[in-house]
């Protein structure tokens, strides 16, 4: 054996037909890797088209993105940070084989996963009543009225921006979804006392998908709430 | 029965010494405390330069905060600085392949007609940028009889927009006119500020310079039907502005609030 290697089967999740424990590591990682980069490619063709409409109708996006409201979106942004970083240690204690302070991190990860989603659920309904809908079933009359009585008054189309507001958040917030349900996933197998010896390759893999749901909100809430 | 080789990695037939096939780093709390503040820090800074007026450095701006961010992120929370450069390789490229979407979309846009969607007419690209103002212009020279200051910065002609609920049913109606070469949409009342209303049979017009493009009707341009309704009725045939008003500005009235 060479020294620095690990004996093989050295955890209850090795699977046979990779040679090491690290190799199995590695590739999961890699293919997680991969995932992120379609993950990637897939949220571009949006934030390409936000910069399109935003070139060929800036005032449109200007006086249409005053109706978001930035603090709301600010909080988001912080609980966001916040449950990557508590992501970040849940991989950290997973990988010195903690599973109990690793289940913790979890919990609190997806805790602010539902607070972000909480806070979502409150934007959004607070747009639907005032009739600022997606696309065509954007209101007009309603969102017009809406916007005055916040001392706002659109120029152009705002029913496109908003069609890409919602649907880049809306995608947005499926990822946040999806990352509760992956999370709780790992938080049981953390319950379970899986991740020692050296195993960790879910909790990571989870994690860097976490983070990418976190990237994509980093370039968002700018983009949508804040930029003038 | 683990024969000799069973953790070795070969490559052309020889075994490679001191592989790692999986980069495990675990850093201290500290460091996530530290990138955590970061990107606090770099948080508050974009929603306070958010308030500053930075015209048309603000997106720049955004964007290298967010980047800077983003760096934090993947390199200290996503451990790519202590990954495999596999997999660094595989997040850049991907972002490589962003850079090449981004770019040749960017150049098909610039070296493309644009739609006027209120008049169905496109703006073509004149050797200074778009070229809304000449081009419309030139169409009003063409569509309209009796727009006769013709002199070149428009003569501040309102268009009637095209929301048939605002056309029908709310107090105001959306126009869009040229401000600056530049389109601005608003919301105007149906009754201008002599009290004349503002819509015609159904169909708004908007009499200042005495203008009126024929070829506009209040239909929603964004759905088929309303593509098919603008081009049915061309010449609804000005109706001899009753505002023969040469009062030249564009509806008083302008955006209720």
Not at chain 2, 10 to 29: L, M, Q, R, T
Not at chain 2, 138 to 151: H, Q, V, W, Y
Not at chain 2, 220 to 239: F, L, V, Y
Request: aromatic share 12%; hydrophobic share 45%; with cysteine.
């Amino acid at each position: 054996m060479g020294n620095h290697a690990k004996p093989a089967k050295d955890h209850a999740f090795f699977q046979h037909h990779f040679n090491t424990v690290g190799q199995q590591a590695g590739a999961a990682k890699m293919g997680m890797w991969l995932f992120l980069a379609t993950e990637v490619l897939m949220f571009s063709g949006l934030f390409l088209a936000y910069f399109i409409v935003r070139a060929l109708y800036p005032e449109m996006v200007l006086s249409s993105h005053e109706l978001l409201d930035k603090t709301m979106g600010g909080i988001n942004t912080v609980v966001l940070l916040t449950s990557s970083f508590t992501m970040a240690m849940a991989v950290r204690y997973a990988q010195l084989g903690d599973n109990k302070r690793c289940a913790t991190q979890l919990l609190l990860t997806m805790a602010c996963a539902f607070i972000f989603m909480g806070v979502k659920y409150v934007e959004y309904t607070g747009k639907f009543s005032h009739g600022v809908f997606p696309g065509a079933f954007f209101n007009y009359d309603e969102a017009i009225q809406y916007a005055h009585s916040h001392g706002h008054s659109f120029r152009g189309l705002p029913h496109v921006f908003f069609g890409l507001y919602f649907v880049m958040t809306g995608l947005h917030g499926i990822h946040v979804l999806v990352g509760i349900g992956v999370i709780f996933w790992v938080y049981l197998r953390a319950k379970k006392g899986h991740f020692k010896d050296g195993y960790y390759a879910p909790v990571e893999n989870v994690g860097l998908y976490w983070h990418i749901v976190d990237l994509v909100w980093i370039f968002l809430f700018p983009l949508l709430y804040l930029v003038k | 029965m683990a024969d000799k080789n069973e953790n070795k990695l070969f490559y052309g037939g020889k075994a490679v010494d001191d592989f790692v096939e999986n980069h495990e780093h675990i850093s201290p709390i500290s460091m996530y405390l530290k990138v955590l503040a970061g990107l606090f820090v770099l948080t508050a800074l974009t929603y306070a330069v958010s308030y500053a007026d930075l015209g048309p450095a603000s997106l720049p701006v955004a964007m290298i905060v967010a980047a800077m961010k983003a760096t934090l992120v993947c390199a200290f929370f996503m451990h790519l600085l202590h990954d495999d450069k596999f997999n660094v390789f595989i997040f850049v490229a991907s972002l490589l392949f962003v850079a090449i979407f981004f770019t040749f979309t960017i150049f098909d846009m610039n070296s493309r007609d644009r739609l006027v969607e209120i008049q169905a007419t496109d703006v073509r690209r004149s050797d200074g940028g778009w070229d809304d103002m000449g081009r419309m212009s030139e169409s009003l020279a063409k569509n309209k009889p009796s727009c006769t200051d013709g002199s070149v910065p428009m003569c501040e002609q309102a268009f009637p927009a095209c929301n048939p609920e605002d056309a029908h049913g709310g107090e105001h109606f959306l126009v869009r006119r040229i401000e600056n070469g530049c389109f601005v949409s608003e919301m105007v009342p149906k009754v201008d500020a002599k009290g004349k209303p503002v819509v015609q049979d159904g169909v708004p017009v908007m009499v200042d310079a005495g203008c009126v493009l024929p070829s506009l009707s209040c239909v929603n341009p964004h759905t088929a039907e309303g593509h098919k309704a603008a081009s049915a009725k061309p010449a609804k045939a000005a109706p001899e502005p009753e505002g023969k008003a040469p009062e030249g500005k564009a509806p008083e009235g302008k955006a209720a609030q």
